[in-house]
């Protein structure tokens, strides 16, 4: 590096240099030779959207019952008025995408009875208060649970329990319906002893329903269906249940819930474990619609298994907390080993270390009209707090998602055939870790996963907003921004917007990449190749805090390859497009401008370091039809490499290079100057070539 006091006294000569002998007199004449026309030949990127600053990205409209939030860059929508979910009374809640608290199930009736029992078929009726030994007649009832022949009971029977609080359990034969007056006024408590489930399914056929009810604190499983019998749920508030609350298990085994809470699941004991809302497992099914589920533990909904679905809409999961035994966990949804995840109209907010998890070959995820936010880090160690996880090969497919205000990562992609496709969404406000002060990334693809997008907007990311690496992993933007990434709080590392390493591919295309800090993209490492078409990257910063300023449009570094065709590198402090260390670069119609590194602010900063356009550090540089405007130092600089010590080969065709301290800074011996003038206009610099030593940019430290 130049000393500072060296550069400055540089750029403060540079003006007034002359031409350096016959090479500088050839790149002035074929700059003459060039006339006007090269000032025009940079055709501009094709990005319809680029005014409005984001793409048509259509969370909007919202779903019905759904509010829309304005004030920021896209419409957004929400299931809860501006306050949140209100609190509600016993026996109520407030859903998503209604406007205030009312009834779980029907509301509670003046008499002991649910109004809404069948005029025909058997009722047998059931009261608390009434004398043991009915007939369970409306005149004389059974007096508890225990009174009722539920084995003999045929399809189509009603067990209508009136008000009051019972102990015992319903194990119900297919086709049979127990119908409570109200969730706030009928209760079940279970029953202490081996029993493990409070609602059962003893035999396949229609299935059976339990409406109207609470079943509150039991030592046991709240409802199961198991081996092809089914259950539906329907106004049913479940509240502290043990290990496990609703569960379906193996082929046809089929629970739905509608009108329903779940919330505040325990652990077992003595262990700690477990403490979830819903269990799918072995091919079975739970169909949930108009459900919250909150405050559980571990694992909120679970689904485990070929053949096993988990199908929400209208759902709000919230406040899962962390396992007991360990502390960790708290997850919102787990999709694993060939299970599948149907969402719809999806809140899951204030979880911990992962919002939506899926995982493993033949696995698969759709979510429609879904938020994860509010993801935090677990309580055991701080790590984690990701809104929404794909790895070991599933498939999530996406439309209208909003990951918000999650930790560590929004969005992360691990492994050999994993995908995951978004249409429409906004990756926003992803924060680091609680105790450390590490990542806060938008996406993270990595190990060969995919990672497809179409009208997505990364914003106010840290340390990356983008980041991809490893051989195999693709990631495709079309109609996407990535912008205002912050550099970590402590460390002040990054604040990039795109950096794919280490042989990953980035396929770009319509893409916005605006206000991020140290590099704009970067693309890093062997066999890493980026195609990149219709690109803005504008107003590149330095980090937030660091003795090397930063500040880079584009970096192609350590034997990378980039293709491009249509980019606009606008603002930047350091460096428009470098390309270093033994890499490939082939772009047309580029445009470069306003590369002004700024006053030295800091004790220790180098003052005035770079503000070269397109600079070519030991690497295979061709450029054509392109303009550079307002490099403060050097229009084009070609160098010999350090890192490797691979020659420099920069050929520029069709051009202008104008308003620069130096046209063509060139520090190479015996450099073919004919490679910089080829139809290419050098204008109103203060000189035109120059072979003064200057600082050779380096490679950046790639993110781990």
């Known amino acids: 590096m130049y000393p500072r006091s060296s550069l400055s006294v540089l750029l403060a000569s540079c003006v007034t240099l002359l031409a350096c002998g016959d090479d500088a007199a050839a790149v002035s004449d074929a700059g003459t030779d060039a006339g006007s026309d090269a000032a025009l030949v940079a055709a501009p990127p094709e990005i319809p959207w680029l005014a409005d600053g984001v793409p048509p990205i259509m969370l909007a409209p919202c779903p019905e019952g759904w509010r829309e939030v304005t004030g920021g860059a896209v419409l957004e929508c929400d299931p809860y008025p501006e306050a949140g979910p209100d609190t509600c009374a016993a026996g109520a809640a407030h859903f998503p995408g209604e406007a205030a608290c009312r009834p779980i199930g029907d509301a509670c009736p003046t008499g002991d009875y649910a109004t809404t029992l069948p005029t025909d078929g058997t009722v047998l009726y059931v009261n608390p208060a009434a004398s043991a030994g009915g007939d369970g007649s409306l005149a004389a009832p059974y007096a508890s649970l225990a009174e009722v022949a539920w084995i003999s009971l045929s399809a189509g029977t009603t067990v209508a329990l009136a008000k009051g609080t019972y102990e015992g359990t319903l194990p119900l034969r297919a086709g049979v319906r127990v119908v409570g007056a109200c969730a706030r006024d009928t209760v079940i408590t279970g029953v202490d002893g081996p029993v493990q489930t409070v609602v059962t399914v003893a035999s396949a056929g229609e299935r059976a329903e339990v409406h109207n009810l609470t079943i509150a604190a039991p030592r046991q499983f709240a409802a199961v269906a198991q081996g092809g019998r089914e259950i539906a749920l329907t106004g049913v508030l479940i509240d502290g249940a043990q290990l496990i609350a609703v569960s379906a298990i193996d082929a046809g085994a089929v629970v739905s819930l509608e009108d329903s809470v779940i919330r505040d699941t325990r652990p077992g004991q003595p262990d700690g474990t477990l403490g979830r809302a819903l269990d799918v497992e072995r091919g079975g099914r739970v169909e949930a619609s108009r459900v919250v589920l909150e405050r559980n533990r571990e694992i909120a909904a679970y689904a485990d298994g070929e053949g096993s679905a988990l199908v929400l809409s209208d759902v709000a999961i919230r406040d899962t907390r962390a396992q007991s035994s360990d502390g960790g966990l708290g997850r919102a949804i787990n999709v694993q080993f060939g299970a599948r995840l149907e969402a719809s109209r999806l809140l899951v907010t204030g979880n911990r270390e992962v919002g939506i998890y899926v995982a493993e070959p033949d696995t698969m995820a759709e979510l429609v009209d879904v938020i994860v936010r509010d993801t935090e880090s677990q309580e055991s160690d701080g790590a984690g707090g990701r809104g929404v996880s794909v790895s070991r090969g599933a498939t999530v497919a996406g439309a209208r998602v909003l990951v918000a205000q999650n930790r560590e990562v929004g969005i992360y992609v691990q492994g050999a055939g994993t995908t995951v496709s978004l249409a429409d969404a906004v990756v926003r406000d992803t924060a680091p870790q609680v105790l450390r002060d590490e990542a806060g990334r938008g ?251 200057l600082p050779v940019p380096g490679v950046i430290d790639t993110l781990p």
């Open 443 to 693: 996406l993270n693809v990595q190990e060969g996963g995919r990672f497809e997008g179409i009208r997505v907007l990364f914003a106010s990311s840290h340390e990356v907003g983008v980041y991809a690496r490893d051989s195999a992993t693709t990631v495709s933007l079309t109609d996407v921004v990535v912008r205002d990434t912050k550099s970590t709080p402590g460390s002040g590392v990054g604040g990039r917007g795109i950096e794919t390493q280490t042989g990953a591919r980035l396929e770009g295309a319509r893409l916005l990449v605006t206000r991020n800090r140290d590099v704009g993209i970067l693309v890093a490492g062997a066999d890493v190749q980026a195609v990149l078409t219709d690109v803005v990257v504008r107003d590149t910063g330095a980090r937030s805090s660091a003795v090397v300023a930063g500040g880079t449009g584009v970096q192609v570094q350590i034997r990378a390859r980039l293709e491009g065709q249509r980019i606009e590198i606008d603002g930047a402090e350091k460096a428009g497009l470098a390309v270093a260390a033994g890499s490939f670069a082939d772009v047309s119609d580029v445009s470069i401008n306003r590369i002004e590194p700024p006053p030295c602010a800091t004790p220790g900063c180098e003052e005035g370091l770079f503000g070269y356009g397109a600079s070519c550090v030991g690497s295979e540089f061709r450029m054509r039809r392109f303009e550079i405007r307002g490099a403060r130092l050097c229009g084009v600089f070609v160098a010999p490499g350090e890192v490797f010590p691979d020659p420099a080969s920069l050929d520029l065709e069709s051009g202008l290079v104008a308003g620069s301290t130096i046209g063509a800074c060139v520090q190479v011996d015996g450099y073919d100057l004919g490679r910089l003038s080829n139809d290419v206009d050098y204008q109103d610099n203060g000189t035109n070539l120059d072979a003064t030593m």
